[in-house]
């Protein structure tokens, strides 16, 4: 099983940005799927997290800017991000727990980082 995110990038204050993330392998279920980010000197923190059934829960400081949703025929979790600011820069990491086909029990596994600047 993989997580590969992909949509980082240049981008200016006020500006958006799409940031995607699909899991691929021998996956029965997923559960919860979010993004994390970790700025420079900074300790990787939660950004969004959607659960199974939809429900979603997000960091204070992007309410209202950020939307996470997913796809689950896909396997994808996505964050539309709006109203960008520079302290959005970033390296914005996936995150799924999964149950592998065939086993006990599930797996948090983490995507390679998308890096995120937002500068003029």
């Known amino acids: 099983v993989q997580l590969q995110a992909s949509g980082g990038g240049l981008v200016q204050p006020g500006g958006s940005l799409r940031l995607s993330c699909t899991a691929s392998g021998t996956i029965f279920s997923i559960n919860h799927m979010g993004w994390y980010r970790q700025a420079p000197g900074k300790q990787r923190e939660l950004v969004a997290v959607?659960?199974?059934?939809?429900?979603?829960s997000s960091a204070g400081s992007v309410k209202g800017r950020f939307t996470i949703s997913r796809d689950n025929a896909k396997n994808t979790v996505y964050l539309q991000m709006n109203s960008l600011k520079p302290e959005d820069t970033a390296t914005y990491y996936c995150?799924?727990?999964?149950?592998?086909?065939?086993?006990?029990?599930?797996?948090?596994?983490w995507g390679q980082g998308t890096l995120v600047t937002v500068s003029s």
């Open positions: 959607i659960f199974s059934g939809g429900s979603v």
């Open positions: 995150n799924a727990e999964i149950k592998v086909a065939g086993t006990m029990g599930v797996v948090n596994y």
